[in-house]
Each structure stands twice: as C-alpha cells, then as structure tokens.
Nanobody, 125 residues
Framework: QVQLVEYGGGLVQAGGSLRLSCVASGPSFSSYSLGWFRQAPGKEREFVAA????????YYAASVKGRFTISRDNTKNTMYLQMNSLNPEDTAVYSCAADAAPYVAGFHVRDLKIWGQGTLVTVSS
C-alpha cells in the first residue's frame, strides 16, 4: 500500500508563493491518481486539486484555479502543489491523498483511504 508524507508547509505573506511536496513510498505509485485537500480551522475539508496517474489530466477547485498548479514526477515518487498569489483564505492544513483508480474524474468525491498526515500553510496579511 502506498504511504504519503507531505513537506513544504510554512508561513508566507499574502501575495507570496509556496511549493508543497507529497512523497510516496510503496508499490505502484505511478499507477495511482493523486490529489490535494485542505482544511482550515473550524471548516470542513475541501478539495484543492487532483492529477491522473500520468500527469496528463488535472482538475482544480474554482477557488485555486489559475493560482495553484499540481504536478507529479513518477521517477521521484513525488507530487507537488505550486501555490502562487496566496491569500489569508488559503491558510489551512494541506493533505495529499492517493487512489488506485488512475484517472482524475471524480477524485474529489471518492471515498479515499490513503492520506498523508498534513502540513500547515499559514498566509499572513
């Protein structure tokens, strides 16, 4: 089973950028679809972005589209989330998730079983 660990969270000023990484261990990483979710204090977890097994298909929440970019490097068993033009509303714990289905359609509503522990992103105004 794939296991996930996130890196790259921290404190950044509004308007700044940050890149998160999600490093996987375990078999068949390259066949999994992957995604990012976030949970702000006192709020429900929300979908951020997803990417297919090959990286050829991506899908974004409307709130981050045009500002965030999801990518993956299967040779390094790593997925990335490049976050630009950050604002305080982006403050949250960001978690990566994996699913054995290789395609991205419907990722945001699947019953996902594989999660990382999360990394905190704080955007100051």
């Amino acid at each position: 089973q794939v296991q996930l660990v996130e890196y790259g969270g921290g404190l950044v000023q509004a308007g700044g950028s940050l890149r998160l990484s999600c490093v996987a261990s375990g078999p068949s990483f390259s066949s999994y679809s992957l995604g990012w979710f976030r949970q702000a204090p006192g709020k429900e977890r929300e979908f951020v972005a997803a990417i297919s097994w090959s990286g050829g298909s991506t899908y974004y929440a409307a709130s981050v589209k045009g500002r965030f970019t999801i990518s993956r490097d299967n040779t390094k068993n790593t997925m990335y989330l490049q976050m630009n033009s950050l604002n305080p509303e982006d403050t949250a714990v960001y978690s990566c998730a994996a699913d054995a289905a290789p395609y991205v359609a419907g990722f945001h509503v699947r019953d996902l079983k594989i999660w990382g522990q999360g990394t905190l992103v704080t955007v100051s105004s």
